[in-house]
């Protein structure tokens, strides 16, 4: 049974940090890139950040390059998004999600955590 949970969701304030992570089980974590999306009221859930299963590399949006790191331990099957210099409009359910390298699209989500940066 596959599993994907993000936590670490909170209510920081502007120019905090905070650290998501997500535990995925139930298949080959080691095949899957990960990923963390953003979904804020009214809008469509955007990329945010992405990492490779096999190498590592990292891309991020535009909106969070240099404020955002993504990482993974495949070890623990387990990937992490550290958010500094927080703002107001990084406020929004964040998701976590798996795609087989050989997939066009993710291939499981999780629930969801929200986070919301505001004074």
């Known amino acids: 049974q596959v599993q994907v949970v993000e936590s670490g969701g909170g209510l920081v304030q502007p120019g905090g940090s905070l650290r998501l992570s997500c535990a995925a089980s139930?298949?080959?974590?080691?095949?899957?890139?990960m990923s963390w999306h953003q979904q804020a009221p009214g809008k469509e859930r955007e990329l945010v950040a992405l990492?490779?299963?096999?190498?590592?590399?990292?891309n991020y949006a535009d909106s969070v390059k240099g404020r955002f790191t993504i990482s993974r331990d495949n070890a623990k099957n387990t990937v992490y998004l550290q958010m500094n210099s927080l703002k107001p409009e990084d406020t929004a359910v964040y998701y976590c999600?798996?795609?087989?390298?050989?997939?066009?699209?993710?291939?499981?989500w999780g629930q969801g955590t929200q986070v919301t940066v505001s004074s």
């Open positions: 139930g298949f080959t974590f080691s095949t899957y890139a």
């Open positions: 990492i490779t299963h096999n190498t590592g590399r990292t």
């Open positions: 999600g798996a795609r087989h390298y050989s997939a066009l699209r993710w291939n499981f």
